[in-house]
């Protein structure tokens, strides 16, 4: 019951064609989705089982992905420690981490995993519903990722008021990141096959930054499932990521557009995810296809021994207003041109 494809770039076996599927696949830009959320508020559509399956099938069913991921948000975690949640469209948490003290209003980690045994249903219940060679993983975000929205919110602008607040990083990792492992636990028990570790702000730290508090906490993690985990990161460079490509605790990486996927080849283990520019699906589909046909000719270059590992996508998700018709165009003209 899973991709074939999918399960030869996880084990960095060459093959002809790639597998392909794109962060944020289920979303606002799909009608599939538009239509449930009309219906339903976006936390019923992730924490009622049955729902979520559903929302995670479309973009499958659609546009014939080769794999589907939890359909979720990555800060429930925060929701289950306590900190509130809600969608206005954007998340708003009921109160903000600002000093030591704010620790103490935490729930336990117990009360907290007990409240995110929904994700498990969630994956079973997709599993139930996919077809059997589509493979099914999961997400949750980094411990600095989760340490941003917990101080500010959001990851905008330059993250001024974490960076003031740096120093409770450590005492929030303590926290967060048992959670984290033993919320990966809940999904992969539950049935996916990889986690994606999605770190969105971690591109706004300097890497020996990334290095001094990131980095060891995701490998914290890593080293909990190894082979198991795969890691994307918003902005990053080599050098903030040379120490954790270094190990082969992580069963792979996903690169933005900024990165050579060519280079990361050579120097990765496990599969290769990315890295087409997200926002250029907006063209007009004729140049639209022109776009992702030229940006395919260096991979055409490369043999499949080489380019082993690609899982083709986006260098992030999929955004609001995406038109459906290239979202399909990008599946079709993939598998046409190898």
Not at 268 to 292: I, M, W, Y
């Amino acid at each position: 019951m899973r991709n074939k494809k999918f399960q030869m770039a996880c084990e960095g076996q060459a093959q002809a064609v790639p597998p392909v599927w794109m962060m944020r696949q289920a979303g606002r830009y799909h009608k599939h989705y538009q239509a449930l959320r009309s219906q339903h508020s976006f936390i019923e559509l992730c924490k009622k089982p049955k729902l979520a399956a559903e929302v995670a099938l479309g973009p499958v069913v659609d546009f014939d992905f080769d794999v589907s991921i939890l359909f979720s948000d990555l800060l429930f975690p925060l929701e289950a420690l306590g900190m509130g949640l809600s969608y206005d469209p954007a998340p708003k948490l009921g109160w903000h981490l600002k000093e030591s003290a704010d620790f103490n209003n935490m729930n336990s980690f117990e009360n907290a995993i007990e409240a995110l045994q929904f994700q498990g249903e969630a994956v079973k219940e997709t599993r139930k519903v996919l077809p059997n060679n589509k493979s099914l993983i999961g997400f949750v975000g980094s411990p600095w990722t989760l340490f941003v929205y917990a101080v500010a919110g959001s990851h905008k602008d330059s993250l001024v008021e974490v960076k003031k607040r740096m120093s409770l990083f450590p005492k929030f990792a303590e926290v967060v990141t048992p959670l984290m492992i033993e919320n990966i636990k809940i999904q992969l028990d539950a049935g996916a096959e990889k986690v994606m570790v999605f770190d969105t702000a971690a591109g706004e730290l300097s890497s020996q930054d990334f290095d001094l508090f990131v980095a060891p906490e995701l490998t914290k993690i890593s080293q909990t499932y190894p082979g198991q985990l795969g890691y994307y990161s918003k902005n990053t460079l080599p050098e903030h990521l040379a120490l954790l490509r270094a190990t082969s605790t992580w069963g792979g990486f996903a690169f933005d557009h900024r990165w050579s996927l060519a280079d990361c080849f050579q120097k990765s283990s496990g599969f290769v995810q990315g890295n087409f520019d997200q926002t250029l699906l907006f063209q007009k589909p004729e140049e639209f296809e022109k776009t992702f046909r030229r940006y395919l000719i260096p991979f055409q270059n490369l043999s499949p021994e080489q380019r082993a590992g690609w899982v083709c996508g986006l260098g992030h998700g999929v955004l609001p207003q995406t038109p459906e018709e290239n979202v399909k165009s990008f599946v079709r003209i993939l598998r046409e041109s190898f």
